[in-house]
């Protein structure tokens, strides 16, 4: 009965959540930006143009994505990372809305809250913040000495 107190309250005070994590319009421009190595299944997060990126490491490959929620703006930084069905996923903690890490592509939208699943909450919160939406993915290379670039562009072949 708390948790749901808890999330109800979450849910009835959304406007300080979103005006708390407000997202940063894209500047249009190509992002570029090194990275410290990721061992596998830690995570980094850097900045980037639209916010806090979060960099990992899946099953030896390297994925880049968006570390913030479009449905409340909220941040994803320790959201889990699975490798389910062999789809890595990013899940944001708060409302359970699940991000496939190569594509940034959404596949489950607002199922409830803070890990729990619940259709009473996932119908409160569907009510308020933004619409359904894919986060953006980057491409990730691993440089010479062992660090990593990120960006939104594709690597050039040489």
């Not at 990992?56 to 909220?74: E, F, I, M, Q, W």
């Amino acid at each position: 009965m708390k948790l749901l107190s808890a999330i109800i309250y979450l849910a009835s005070s959304v406007n300080a959540f979103v005006a708390t994590y407000p997202g940063r319009p894209s500047t249009g421009l190509a992002l570029s930006v090194n990275c410290p190595a990721v061992a596998e299944g830690e995570r980094e997060i850097i900045d980037g143009d639209n916010g806090p990126i979060l960099v990992t490491k899946v099953a030896g490959s390297y994925y880049a994505v968006d570390a913030t929620c479009p449905h409340l703006g909220l941040p994803m930084k320790k959201g889990k990372i699975s490798n389910e069905g062999g789809i890595p996923t990013l899940t944001c903690n708060f409302h359970n809305s699940c991000f496939e890490l190569s594509t940034g592509k959404c596949t489950q939208w607002v199922t409830g809250a803070l890990g729990f699943q619940s259709g009473l909450i996932s119908g409160i919160m569907n009510k308020v913040g933004g619409e359904l939406k894919d986060i953006t993915s980057y491409y990730v290379t691993e440089m010479e000495d062992g660090s990593l670039n990120v960006n939104s562009d594709a690597p050039v072949a040489e």
